[in-house]
């Protein structure tokens, strides 16, 4: 194919933006002589076609006086011949003031093809010539392109088409047009919205255009040929990159390097992976805080101190430079501390053959923190602040899943969740989402129902010797409290309503119960993984709840029950998985090993 740079503004008075003045001179008598630019071929080139105004049959010029009291002139037309490659049209006459020029350029059917306008100032009495180019018009009808997506058609004989490039699709003021598969018979001209010609680049089949200012740009192929011709146009091709901690980065084939993202979050120890595919690159360069870190094509970013970094990566391609860059916000690792939880079966309520079989697992010890939420979110939704060892709190049960997959990121592990259709898309709280789980991926997790149960009495190390028959526990999920003995306090294990206070309190403040696991009663809510339904009857294996319902388990009760009864292991209540009281916390679950 041929790429062509056309419409060379090659007149001293040059009418190139749609509102760009021309100053220059007319006598009483002579013509005023404004040139528009048709296909923007020099002589020597060829004169067998016109390139840019294929359709176009005639022109039609008409100049507007600004001051009223300037005479008024009428539009003149002149026919486009076959082989021109400019038109010129003269008006005589002017006096000193300034003149809109506006001109339009018309297909056998009278359809409007092309135009442009722009502003003439005549300020003394030189003859004076203006060339003008001609864009494509009514732009905004124009079919656009759109990054990553591929145009295939053809085109007929002796026709042309043109496309907007919006600025939207633009990196950094220019953009990338792959054209494989397209003809070589066909024609291509690039032009920034004001006419004049587009900062060219190539490699192969591969054009990097640079545009003016804030400005739009036109692509236009035009068919000389006697028959039809196909074409292909892919708008910024791109590659993408998986950055750690969940973040997809866009990496831009023969594009400017950019980041979809421009800033991510990592611990200390935790890595930013960067592998762009990034077709013809050759002199990497990736630096960090800079100070040169890395030449290949791929780069891993491991850091070792808290802080705010910079990484920016220069390549060469096609000739062209490109660069981009990624903000790296570092914090301390989190750290959870687990308990491993020995499998074990149990009865789960008043019906002795309703047994409940549970695998070994790990959990936390303590509810999640404001402070390590904080840390794995960026973000703290609590309503009791004052002291981040207090329980996160006012998180949705997708919110508390969500932690759970970040978190799982940050330290190495396989996340359990897929989490699609997240309503809000970002930020939080999270009020929809659908869910899905890996229940043997080990990365962290909310516990099931069974299993938050079966830690709450201690397993089997209840403290009540007669819960404990045949190595089953029959008695535990009736205790009146997470660490009860049948003879112990409720206050020392749990922050209650007797507690005598009016807000959540830092965890692990009270007595563990049997496993070492703290606030397993009272403090906050906490969600567990199971859609809320009644038990099944009969013998169960890690049961994970119903398939369906509206609303998910909650166990513990929190600071502000209002009577004994609720803090039993007995009870069992739920809440919808959207909405996050105030009162509502969580601790994490892994798989034993």
Known sequence: MKRLLALTLAVAWVLASCQAPVTGASSPGRALTLKFLISGRTSAAASSARLLLPTAQTLTVTLTPSDSSLSSFAPQTVSLGSTASQASVDFDGLKVGTYAVSAQAFDASG?????????????????????????????????????????????????????????????????VLDTSGTDAALTFFFQN????????????????????????????????????????????????????????????????????????STTVGGTVSLSPTFTGGT????????????????????????????????????????????NVTVSAAVTVAMVSVPGGTFQRDSTSTNISTVSAFQLSRYDITQAQYTAVTGSDPSYYTGDTSRPVETVTWYDAVEFCNKLSTQQGLTPVYTITGR??????????????????????????????????????????????????????????????????????????????????????????NELGLYDMTGNVWEWCWDWYDTYPSGAQSDYLGATSSTSRVVRSCSFNGSTDNVYALTFRTSHSPGNGPTDFGFRVARISG
């Open 111 to 175: 359809t409007l093809q092309f135009e442009q306008s722009s502003t003439v100032k005549i300020v003394d009495y030189q003859a004076n010539t203006g060339t003008l180019n001609l864009v494509p018009a009514n732009a905004s009808s124009l079919a656009t392109l759109t990054s990553g997506t591929t145009v295939a058609t053809s085109l007929a004989a002796g026709m042309s088409v043109s496309y907007v490039v919006p600025v939207t699709q633009m990196f950094s003021g220019g953009f």
């Open 423 to 512: 309503t809000p898309s970002s930020g939080y709280p999270i009020t929809s989402a659908t869910v899905t789980a890996a229940w043997t991926n080990n990365g962290y997790r909310l516990p099931t129902e069974m299993e938050y149960l079966w830690a709450a009495m201690g397993g089997a190390s209840d403290a009540i010797a007669i819960d404990i028959l045949g190595g089953v526990n029959i008695g535990g999920y009736s205790k009146a409290f997470a660490g009860s003995s049948g003879s112990n306090s409720m206050g020392d294990y749990a922050w209650y309503y007797g507690s005598g206070i009016s807000t959540t309190q830092p965890v692990g403040t009270k007595t563990a």
């Open 283 to 326: 002199n990497w360069n990736w630096v960090v805080n800079g100070t040169p870190s890395g030449t290949s094509s791929s780069f891993n970013f491991t850091p070792t101190t808290t802080g705010f970094y910079t990484i920016s990566v220069t390549v060469i391609a096609g000739g062209v430079t490109y660069s981009g860059s990624l």
């Open 193 to 264: 919205s004001d006419g004049t010609n587009l900062s060219l680049s190539s490699s192969s089949e591969v054009y990097s255009a640079r545009v003016q200012g804030n400005q739009y740009a036109f692509v236009t192929l035009y068919n000389a040929d006697t028959s039809s011709h196909a074409y292909s146009l892919l708008l910024n091709p791109t590659g993408t990159v998986t950055v750690s901690g969940g973040i997809l980065v866009s990496l831009g084939t023969y594009s400017a390097l950019s980041f979809s993202s421009t800033s991510v």
